[in-house]
Structure formats: C-alpha cells, structure tokens
C-alpha cells in the first residue's frame, strides 16, 4: 500500500502503516508561534486527514523548544489588513470574518473525526491552549505549563478556550482564576484538574506514548471510534435526553456494520481483527 505524503509550509505531517498520522507544527526558530500560515495549514492538514481513510488517529505535537508561545505578535495572523478608512460597522465585520477563520482552524482538530492526542512539551501559551483543548487527549511533559495569555495582551480569548476549557475542567472557579490572572499552570496541577491525562518525562517519551495510544485506537473498528468521537462531542453540547435521540437514530444505521461480527469472531478466535478502512 502506497501511503499518502502531505505537505504544507507550516506543518509537517508523517503517515505510517497502522493508521496513524503525526501532524507537527514546524515554526521551531519562532517557537511555533500562529502566524497566517500556521493557521491556514492546521486547517488544511486536519480537514485532509479527516478526509483520509487510510488515516485512524492523529498525533499533534510542536517541534523545537515549545509546543507554542502562541500568537505571532509579530507577524499577526491574518493576510490582509483591514483598512481602517471603512466605516466602522464594515471594519467590524471584516473582523469577524478573520476572526471566524482563525476559529475554524482551531476547531479543526475538533470536526476532524479522527481522535485527536495533543502532545505538549514546554509551554501552551494563549492560542496553545485553545489548539490543545480541541483535542481529543492531551499528553505533557513534566516541564510543561499551560497559560491563558489573552488578558496580558489586553482582550479576551477568542477562538476557543473561553469555550471549551470549562467542559474539559470543569471547574468554574478554577477556570475564571486561570483567564483573569493569566498565571502559569504548570503539569502537576493540570494532570491533578483533568487538563492532561498523562505526564511524561520527556518529549520523546511523550511522542512514544502518544503514537503506542494512537496506534491502539488505529487497530479498533473506525466505525465504532469514529462514532463514539461523533456522538460524545455531540452529547457535551446537548442534553442527556437529545443526546440519546441523536445515538439512537446515528446507530439504527452503524449498527447494521461488517466490524460487530468481525469483532465478535476475532474474539472468540484471540487474534486481532481486520476492519476495512472507513
């Protein structure tokens, strides 16, 4: 089998044979900070392995010495400034267009339906955070810290954090202390609140990791993970009862799947199953 290569200016993304894709943001000298490129490649490197059926679970991590400080300052994210001779009601909505943009990149890693792990080294600043709570699973290194930077820049997280932190936390208190104070969370109180899972020694270590989860994920029925991801970010954002409605209506169709009886025999017989891709 021939795997797919990609190739973007911003981020480099590797395939293997399990499965299992490797997506790192390549901005090393400027530590992997957001720029135009950076944002238009994270969109387009998750919306193609989201699209890729030889892709099962996806690993995203940050090369050089940090995962992100976030957004490039200096070279802003956008590609066209806005011309500040409009009207004021036509710059604002201009706005909200770039800002969508950036959003959607972000919450890439959320509509791809692939599991996402998000592999952290060193820091999560500002954006950082809002890019590793679209993950699915998010994996540190012992010397990693987390910090909702917005309010040091003087505005309010926008593409993300504001919007998701408290359904991964779910402390209210906790979470308002962190964007108000803009203080540095570092691995042992973000392993102790639910923010990461795991905490490794080092980034090799946490790579290794990351690809041994993703590849085990990569080896289950894509029908029954790729659901499971589906109906779980459905059901966090609607009630127990519509969330219910909506599993019984998505499964009266995947339960009708070749991966139930495949599943079924490869258990009984103890040998790993064989799933077509999806």
């Not at 802003?76 to 011309?83: L, S």
Request: hydrophobic letters at 40%.
């Amino acid at each position: 089998m021939t795997l797919p290569t990609y190739e973007y200016e911003a981020v480099k993304v590797q395939v293997f044979p399990n499965g299992v894709a490797h997506v790192e943001m390549n901005r090393p000298k400027s530590l992997n900070a957001f720029n135009y490129a950076m944002i238009r490649d994270i969109l387009q490197a998750f919306t193609d392995l989201g699209n890729d059926s030889n892709v099962r679970a996806v690993v995203l991590s940050g090369s050089g010495r940090m995962f992100t400080s976030g957004l490039d300052l200096m070279e802003g994210p956008f590609k066209e400034q806005i011309d500040d001779s409009l009207d004021v009601a036509r710059q604002a909505y201009m706005r909200q267009q770039q800002l969508k943009w950036f959003q959607s990149s972000i919450s890439s890693l959320e509509k791809c339906p692939k599991p996402v792990i998000v592999c952290i080294h060193k820091g999560a600043i500002g954006a950082g955070v809002d890019l590793s709570t679209a993950g699915d699973i998010r994996y540190g290194t012992k010397d990693s810290y987390y910090c909702v930077k917005e309010v040091d820049v003087g505005l309010a997280a926008d593409i993300g954090t504001l919007q998701r932190l408290p359904k991964v936390i779910g402390n209210a208190s906790l979470i308002r202390e962190l964007c108000f104070t803009s203080r540095n969370m570092y691995a042992d109180e973000a392993l102790e609140c639910g923010l990461i899972n795991k905490v490794f020694d080092t980034k090799e270590q946490m790579i290794e990791g990351a690809m041994e989860t993703a590849g085990l994920i990569a080896s289950k029925s894509p029908v029954a993970v790729v659901s499971s991801k589906l109906l779980m970010n459905y059901s966090r954002d609607h009630s127990v009862d519509e969330g219910l409605q909506y599993t019984a209506v998505w499964n009266s169709a995947m339960l009708q799947t070749e991966d139930i009886p495949k599943s079924i025999q490869a258990f009984m017989q103890k040998k790993p199953a064989n799933y077509s891709n999806l």
